[in-house]
Nanobody
Framework: QVRLVESGGNSVQAGGSLRLSCEAS????????VAWFRQAPGREREGVAR???????YYADSVKGRFTISKDDSKNVLYLQMDDLKPEDSGTYFC??????????????????WGQGTQVDVFP
């Protein structure tokens, strides 16, 4: 059974940094798609960053140059380093993984397994 547990969310002032973690059990990353999504109140869940084929990184335009996705295959942990945070980065952040796709879009339909989310609040 695949289980994903996010952590690292917090309240932070604009310009600050946070590192989110997603620990996976019952699942090995290998070359499957892994990703971070976020959802603000009243808005759709949007893709923030993902890794395809185990190595290729993709980012939403809004976070390019500020966020970095990475993973530790030996520990089965997915990370999202977030720097220079802005109030519009606030929301619930979810990690998501696929066990059927190696080249995913930033689309919720491409991912079968989701964590419960961790809250990020960025205040001015």
């Amino acid at each position: 059974q695949v289980r994903l547990v996010e952590s690292g969310g917090n309240s932070v002032q604009a310009g600050g940094s946070l590192r989110l973690s997603c620990e996976a059990s019952g699942y090995r990353f290998y070359y499957w798609c892994v990703a971070w999504f976020r959802q603000a109140p009243g808005r759709e869940r949007e893709g923030v960053a993902r890794i395809n084929d185990g190595v290729r990184e993709y980012y939403a335009d809004s976070v390019k140059g500020r966020f970095t996705i990475s993973k530790d295959d030996s520990k089965n942990v997915l990370y999202l380093q977030m720097d220079d945070l802005k109030p519009e980065d606030s929301g619930t952040y979810f990690c998501a993984v696929s066990r059927t796709e190696v080249a995913c879009r930033a689309n919720v339909d491409d991912f079968e397994f989701w964590g419960q989310g961790t809250q990020v609040d960025v205040f001015p």
